[in-house]
């Protein structure tokens, strides 16, 4: 795992300036959000995660394989709606990330999330599920793990995103969760290529302001 990070490390010395200047943007705008935030609307936090080679449908039943391709990225949401009768909220949610493995690429993405916060035993242990389903994600290359039979691909996808976080009742802004991370072209609406777009499933911790 050090190994791991450490190649990372060198490999994001190569970022794009464009990518360069993404992250310190993002970067500023977290570390301004004590002062923008109220009543935990926002939230700041990194994952990391391996690729596997399957949609999340299929990696939910245990049909999928990973391979050495990884991710390492921060993320930051905004609540922006609240239900009053029921426990669901709607937020904005943002990523930037790098890749490493099977190449070394950069990503960000951005996406409407739901938050059901309506399980039980919250009193013990308080689980969250998010979801988002359409969004948008652009990669500074073309993935060869996205490659088509024509060795064709595209930057920009669909960034589907489901997570289950979970966090102490005596500590509700220190939250951990896991993240499937999924780029798609909505079944071939976005392009034809005949490639299943990333996916990896990743660890991750966020806290609320």
Excluded at 4 to 25: D, E, F, I, V, Y
Aim: include cysteine; aromatic fraction near 10%; glycine fraction near 8%.
């Amino acid at each position: 795992m050090l190994a791991l990070l450490s190649t990372h490390g060198r490999r994001c010395q190569k970022l794009q300036p464009l990518t360069r200047s993404l992250g310190w943007a993002l970067c500023a705008g977290l570390l301004a959000l004590p002062a923008w935030a109220s009543d935990s609307d926002w939230t700041m936090g990194v994952y990391a995660g391996q690729y596997h080679n399957q949609e999340p449908a299929s990696f939910l039943v245990g049909r999928s394989e990973f391979k050495n391709h990884y991710i390492l990225a921060v993320t930051a949401s905004k609540r922006l709606w609240r239900a009053q009768n029921w426990p669901l909220e709607l937020e904005l949610d943002a990523m930037l990330g790098q890749q490493w493995g099977q190449a070394t690429l950069s990503e960000v993405a951005v996406a409407p999330v739901l938050r059901w916060s309506g399980l039980p035993g919250r009193d013990t242990l308080a689980v969250d599920v998010r979801a988002g389903p359409l969004g948008i994600s652009y990669t500074n290359i073309i993935s060869p793990l996205e490659r088509g039979v024509n060795d064709q691909g595209s930057r920009t996808l669909n960034f589907l995103m489901l997570e289950l976080t979970a966090s102490a009742p005596k500590n509700p802004k220190s939250e951990w969760f896991a993240r499937l991370h999924h780029r798609c072209t909505i079944y071939d609406l976005m392009n034809n290529y005949g490639a299943n777009g990333e996916d990896f499933f990743a660890l991750g911790w966020r806290k609320r302001f």
